[in-house]
């Protein structure tokens, strides 16, 4: 006698040698023994041979029509054997029995498995809409392979183009787009986007970066569109003074602006005059919630991604021929440049002037320098005065110029567009602590480290940074900053252009007009805000790192510097000269650190912006 019987998921026969109460020791057709558990035989039978059924069987399951079967069966459970009679006729052969068991278990769509040899046909809409799923992958599977096929001839399909953005930053990896890209590039040999950049889907490599960027940080756009009005007050007082920026020629967000006046006494009045969004932006409206949602304005090379939208950022900057509100701080300033005493004022002040370093820095620095008999230029003289102040602010910080120090160079990227649309970036240093960059950075430090404390003398949160232990940290617990030099430090000088700044603001506000402050101490969504902002902080400068090293890497193809040097940080690491390009160049020679290396650019990799390259001479 032989059996029929299901193992491990796939159907076997053989023929039994030995039968037990609960089980059958058996032999195939190889001769190989098994023990079978009755539990799993679905038919016995005498004929035909072993190695005669299945072949039968498989050559009459290929010929069984697949819907007349469905049809036959009816729409109760039923069992193989019963289902066999009504399509082969009354007493079907064990080949038609084992048959039609192949076939069930073969269409899992028309068939459902109900026990031991017993099925259920499927209800009919679940088998169109399964059968409609199946003609769809068949469809999806022959578009893939034309999509794969033209890929690997170097094109990129046409149906890519619009969602070429996720393929390249967020793909649906379920979506056939990507399977049909990842298996090309599986075929060639490499990533999905190194494929894509072969197919011309990567024009623009600075244009990569960002809309990964964005897609990551800002997912609803870069333009922050918001249909909230700003009100300012109408009742503040107009500070008799007439104030000055010093900024960049690219600066939009003005956020500071200084004013000198000579007092009856002979003493100095100098003031340091901040943007005051924080007037105008009230708690949970619309402006405020997107500061907290972006917490900074993004900076890059050419461009930047502004905190707050334009249309906010016009009420508020501190433009020219205009009077702007403001948080004032006054200081009293004796001659000899000792400070007095200070007072803050929420108030309008009026902005006579945007000076800006291109027109002004060399003249300036010239004056610096000791010739204060060269030529006459806008703002000169308060420019004298407030320049000596803040010499004698840094030597008071310890923090007075080291004569030996070596000089560090900051450098300022700007790209241009030129009339074929072609971009060429130019990169211009800049000596760190530049005069004019002392000046306005030892009057922010001033404002910044009297406001908190301030703050903290008035048991007002607010948020400090904080150095000891050699670490810069964002905490609302008070603390020295050691870096600088101070026993307070709380960023507030830069509201248009961090979030940080205008929540102090707003503490900073409410402290002067004796108003509940918006954050306690100890307040959680304070500390919610310092984790937000440090997380989009980095961020944010990693992006300008990367888009920096690009245009570094632009710049040296767009001059040509087959050769260029550098000098030795430690082992293989080198800094590029003229350019904030730091590298590793595997191969070089132990050297000292500070020594100087010439070397030979072979090839660039834009995605991951490597260069090769190697030692020319030392």
Partial sequence: MHVF?????????????????ASLMVEDVRGKRSKVKNGNVLLKFERPGLDEVLPQADTLAAEIDLDLLWETCGEHEFGFEELAAEYFGANPSAASQIAVVLRLSAAPMYFYKKGKGRYKAAPEENLKAALAGLERKQREAEQMAVWQAELVAGKLPEAFQPIINRLLHRPDKNGIEYKALAQAADAAHTSPTRLLQSVGAIPDVADYFLQGFLLETFPKGREA??????????????????????????????????SLKKLPNGNWQVGIHIAAPALGIAPDTELDKLVFDRLSTVYFPGDKITMLPDSAVQVFTLQEGASRPAVSMYLEVSPGFDILNHRTVVEQVPIAANLRHDQIEALF??????????????????????????????????????PNAPVRIDYSFYVDTL????????????KRGSPMDKLVAEMMILVNSQ??????DAEIAGIYRVQNNGRVRMTTQPGPHIGLGVEFYA???????????????????AMVSGTKPRFQKNDAELFAAIGAFDTAYAAYADFQDKMERYWCLRYMEQENMREFSGSIIKENLVRVDGMPLVMRVPGLPELPAGSTVVLQRLKTDWLELNLDCRLATM
Avoid: C, H, M
């Fill in 365 to 402: 620095n010239e004056l610096t320098a000791g010739k204060e008999e060269g030529p006459d230029f806008p703002w000169k003289a308060e420019l004298t005065t407030l320049w000596r102040f803040a010499g004698n602010l840094e030597g008071r910080r310890g923090r007075a110029d080291d």
């Fill in 491 to 509: 960023w507030s000088s830069s509201p248009l252009r961090r979030a940080v700044d205008f929540v102090n603001q707003q503490q900073i506000i």
């Fill in 451 to 456: 406001w908190g404390k301030d703050l903290k």
């Fill in 5 to 21: 019987y299901e193992e491990d998921g796939s159907f076997k026969v053989a023929t039994v040698k030995e039968s037990q109460p």
């Fill in 225 to 258: 569109v918001v249909s909230q009005t700003v009100t300012l007050p109408t009742d503040l007082p107009v500070a008799d003074v007439q104030a000055f920026s010093i900024d960049d020629v690219t600066t939009t967000e003005i956020d500071d602006a200084l």
């Fill in 419 to 430: 009339d074929n649309g072609e971009k060429r970036v130019r990169i211009l240093p800049r």
